[in-house]
């Protein structure tokens, strides 16, 4: 089993920067890449962010050019960071791992976008 957390939610206004955390616990070397969704009141969950099998990125077209993926292979830890931030973008942000057989997941952080 694979545990994650994450961490760095809050209150910010527009304009403002977060940086999220995900660490990952447990049986953390079947984990082959991390990403990051997000779920508004009302709305559907939704991709923000991952990397692929392939080594690849994938933005939400939402995010693209504001929020940035990283990663630490070594830790098996993967950080959102978030900038210009827009009230639209207040969520419960969710990071996932994903192995071969499985889909593990946090158990989110309030991001609040608001003056």
């Known amino acids: 089993q694979v545990q994650l957390v994450e961490s760095g939610g809050g209150l910010v206004q527009p304009g403002g920067s977060l940086r999220l955390s995900c660490a990952a616990a447990?049986?953390?070397?079947?984990?082959?890449?991390m990403g990051w969704y997000r779920q508004a009141p009302g709305k559907a969950c939704e991709l923000v962010a991952t990397f692929t099998s392939g080594g690849y990125i994938n933005y939400a077209d939402s995010v693209k050019d504001r929020f940035t993926i990283s990663r630490d292979t070594a830790r098996v830890t993967s950080d959102l960071h978030m900038t210009e931030l827009k009230p639209e973008d207040t969520a419960v942000y969710y990071c996932?791992?994903?192995?071969?057989?499985?889909?593990?997941w946090g158990q989110g952080t309030q991001v609040t976008v608001s003056s």
């Open positions: 996932y791992g994903r192995s071969r057989s499985d889909y593990y």
């Open positions: 447990g049986n953390v070397a079947t984990i082959i890449y």
